[in-house]
């Protein structure tokens, strides 16, 4: 395989996670129809909005794909989301669960955080 061309899926997909987990959003009806934005309004990362990235390649034969070929593009997807989750956890102490993470969402934890922590310390004081 050509090695510019795995770098260039294993970038995408970690590149592709980070969005899901910050920007994108899916509205959808009770019949699981797209409800959100058009395409034009539809919010996704842009060079500015992404850092650089490095891919490593692990090279290694998997004896079930064609000529010991493996998939290249789809793992790094996966470990972006609960990445970022984590570290706004690590930053701020709120967990956050449901997509996409926004300031908003976090500003709301971080309320919710504060009250029932007040409410915490005043069932202490009685």
């Known amino acids: 395989l050509n090695p510019m061309?795995?770098?260039?899926?294993?970038?995408?997909s970690?590149?592709?996670?980070?969005?899901?987990?910050?920007?994108?959003?899916?509205?959808?009806?009770?019949?699981?129809?797209?409800?959100?934005?058009s395409l034009l309004d539809y919010r996704l990362p842009t060079s500015v909005d992404t850092p650089e990235l490095h891919a490593l390649i692990v090279e290694s034969i998997d004896p079930e794909g064609p000529y010991g070929a493996?998939?290249?593009g789809e793992g790094p997807l996966h470990p972006s989301i609960p990445a970022i989750s984590n570290a706004v956890f690590d930053a701020v102490g709120i967990r956050l669960t449901h997509l996409p993470f926004t300031p908003g969402k976090v500003l709301a934890a971080l309320a919710a955080k504060r009250e029932a922590e007040a409410v915490g310390s005043e069932e202490g004081t009685r």
């Open 5 to 12: 061309l795995v770098a260039g899926q294993m970038e995408g």
């Open 14 to 37: 970690a590149y592709m996670g980070a969005a899901e987990a910050v920007l994108e959003h899916h509205d959808v009806n009770r019949f699981g129809l797209h409800q959100g934005p």
């Open 70 to 72: 493996k998939e290249a």
